[in-house]
């Protein structure tokens, strides 16, 4: 997002505590302080134009599509949250299914399933975003339900992924699942912009922890956030042997 890099630290606490602290006064504080960020961002690009990406949003803004400096402010923090929160969630969960699954982690660790693959089970199974909804702007039929124009429909990740008409065996943790079609990242336009960069690092973990690591176990009870929308483990005690 070519934000400097003295700031970096200070938005990543901001964005974790505006997620996952047990205090609701901080969560509303900190994302109160990521919007101001962004907001100050904005109004210092329209004066500099130094930040190609807010320039590059920005002037799609003044070209009819209609994007406000609110709204610009709200992409930019749904962007920085997509990045920071989401994929060490996918690799949490995925270390903690590993440690339940020491046969998987052989499969990975010996071998015989590519990292690539076990990622892409990673994200089937993890499922960072919970939910997604949408607005219908017409008349439309989804599956056994009419929708009208204004009602507002919701996809639950979750239940997708584990959708048996699509997955075989959708509640067996496979690291060697092939034609995985999860819908973690969502899809069509509304595609995560950050997907093939998710899919990068998760892989370049696999990999890393393979020629490391023998073994994975848990070294205390998983603790999880209290979100319903960005879901994922604040704490996992384990022991990589």
């Known amino acids: 997002m070519g934000l400097p890099r003295a700031d970096w630290a200070w938005i990543g606490e901001k964005t974790t505590e505006a997620f996952e602290s047990p205090s609701e006064v901080r969560r509303i504080t900190a994302n109160s302080e990521i919007f101001k960020y962004f907001y100050d961002l904005v109004r210092e690009n329209r004066r500099t134009g130094a930040n190609e990406f807010v320039s590059g949003l920005t002037a799609r ?53 590519d990292p690539s693959v076990a990622t892409e089970e990673g994200l089937r199974w993890s499922v960072p975003g919970m939910h997604v909804m949408r607005t219908a702007t017409e008349a439309v039929r989804v599956g056994d339900a009419e929708v009208a124009p204004g009602e507002r429909v919701v996809t639950w990740i979750g239940s997708a992924n584990r959708d048996p008409e ?24 509304h595609v995560c912009l950050g997907s093939r960069l998710a899919r990068l690092e998760i892989t370049a973990y696999l990999r890393a922890l393979r020629g490391m690591v023998t073994s994975v176990e848990l070294n205390g009870p998983p603790r999880y956030n209290g979100s319903n929308f960005t879901w994922g483990l604040n704490e996992l005690p384990a022991v990589l042997s």
């Open 166 to 189: 699509v997955f075989d065996a959708p509640d067996v943790f496979d690291v060697g699942r092939t034609g995985n079609r999860h819908v973690s990242f969502g899809a069509g336009r």
């Open 61 to 113: 803004a003044g070209s009819g599509s209609g994007l406000t400096d609110e709204e610009l402010v709200f992409n930019f923090a749904g962007i920085l949250a997509g990045g920071n929160e989401t994929t060490r969630y996918t690799l949490a969960a995925l270390t903690l299914e590993l440690a339940r699954h020491p046969d998987q982690w052989r499969r990975i660790a010996e071998g015989e399933v």
